[in-house]
């Protein structure tokens, strides 16, 4: 057993949410949006004790990043943002007030922007659309770990 009481090779212990959250009214705190994800999962491996790596910690910056810049963009009001540790992964969850729900535009080499969601889906495990009673809520997961022999994203190769 460590430190954090576990065998070697399992996660740490806990025994309640490791959670963040944040809420974001203007464009210029995209910026504080990625310091938050940033400071979450430094917080996530120096004080609990799970491994986040490289490829995770800009994974996961750059998924907020996009994520708040939508729902600032498309969405009137604040949004909010959530971050949560869950089995080895995080949880990324962006509320906003909008009720349109998002999708890909189709492949198009000319295009400039709006690659956004095409680029959180190519690099989550997990992505969900959920309606709420006001607006809606995406949220991803991004494992904290890498792979050595797997996708990129995290998932499963067949």
């Known amino acids: 057993m460590d430190s954090a009481g576990r065998d070697e090779g399992q996660q740490p212990l806990v025994d309640h949410p ?44 750059l998924v907020v990043s996009e994520m708040v810049t939508n729902a ?16 080895g992964a995080v949880e990324v969850t962006v509320w906003d007030s909008s009720t349109t729900l998002p999708s890909i535009l189709a492949t198009d080499p000319g295009r400039v922007g709006q690659h956004g969601l095409e680029i959180v889906m190519a690099v989550c495990q997990s992505f969900a659309v959920h309606r709420e009673p006001v607006g809606k809520r995406i949220t991803v997961t991004i494992e904290l770990a890498d792979d050595p022999g797997g996708d990129p994203a995290g998932r499963q190769l067949s």
């Open 18 to 61: 490791i959670s963040a959250s944040a809420a974001f009214e203007g464009s210029e705190e995209i910026a504080h949006a990625r310091d938050l994800a940033r400071s979450f999962l430094t917080d996530v491996q120096a004080v609990h004790g799970f491994p986040v790596s490289a490829r995770a910690m800009g994974m996961v910056q």
């Open 72 to 87: 600032r963009k498309y969405a009137p009001g604040p949004c909010l943002l959530t971050l949560e540790l869950r089995e």
